[in-house]
Nanobody, 119 residues
């Protein structure tokens, strides 16, 4: 089992920055990919950025050049640095982690944290 707790959300003006943090606890030695997703009431959940166990990253097109995902392997944390924020970035952001046990993939989610960007 892995528990994920997000922090760092809030209200920011357009053009501003926020840094989201996600702390993992529990069976962290099994952690594989980690990621940030976001969801609004009007849209389905969207992958924002992911980072693999080896550090490879992937971003959705709308955040490329503005957001950076990073990972602290020693502290079992993943971060999302969000710069040049836009009102359309307003959403609930959730941390995601996957583990592999005996060739079976398990997925875990944080409780979600609100990010609101005012125009």
């Amino acid at each position: 089992q892995v528990q994920l707790v997000e922090s760092g959300g809030g209200l920011v003006q357009a053009g501003g920055s926020l840094r989201l943090s996600c702390a993992a606890s529990g069976s962290t030695f099994r952690l594989g990919d980690m990621a940030w997703y976001r969801q609004t009431p009007e849209n389905s959940r969207e992958l924002v950025a992911s980072i693999g166990k080896g550090g490879d990253t992937n971003y959705t097109n709308s955040v490329k050049g503005r957001f950076t995902i990073s990972r602290d392997y020693a502290r079992n944390k993943v971060y999302l640095q969000m710069n040049s924020l836009k009102p359309e970035d307003t959403a609930t952001y959730s941390c995601y982690a996957a583990t592999w046990v005996l060739m079976r993939r398990y997925e875990y989610w944080g409780q979600g944290i609100q990010v609101t960007v005012s125009s």
